[in-house]
Nanobody
Framework: QVQLVESGGGLVQAGGSLRLSCAAS????????MGWFRQAQGKEREFVAA????????YYADAVKGRFTISRHNTKNTVYLQMNSLKPEDTAVYYC????????????????????WGQGTQVTVSS
């Protein structure tokens, strides 16, 4: 069983920055592919960013490319999402997810592939 706990959400003005963290349980975190998703009110959950368990490969949704950065610290069992130049349309609940079956260089972008999810953290960007 893997538990994921997100933190770092909050209220920020447009143009500002936030860094989300996701702390994972489990001794084999270094072998999990990790991802961030978000869900705005009344909308479906959408992919934001993903990182391979080796950390060498990342992938971003077009909407956040160039503004968000995903990274991981395997000895701390933590994955991060640095969000810069935030826009009101980035307002959503952000979830991290773990895929325990992915290969070392795989980046996973679809929700069915992920095995575990956190409870989410709210990010609100005011205009």
């Amino acid at each position: 069983q893997v538990q994921l706990v997100e933190s770092g959400g909050g209220l920020v003005q447009a143009g500002g920055s936030l860094r989300l963290s996701c702390a994972a349980s489990g001794r084999t975190f270094r072998s999990y592919a990790m991802g961030w998703f978000r869900q705005a009110q009344g909308k479906e959950r959408e992919f934001v960013a993903a990182v391979s368990w080796s950390g060498g490969n990342t992938y971003y949704a077009d909407a956040v490319k160039g503004r968000f950065t995903i990274s991981r610290h395997n000895t701390k069992n933590t994955v991060y999402l640095q969000m810069n130049s935030l826009k009101p349309e980035d307002t959503a609940v952000y979830y991290c997810a773990a895929d325990v079956d992915a290969g070392p260089i795989a980046v996973v972008t679809t929700t069915p592939e992920y095995d575990y999810w956190g409870q989410g953290t709210q990010v609100t960007v005011s205009s």
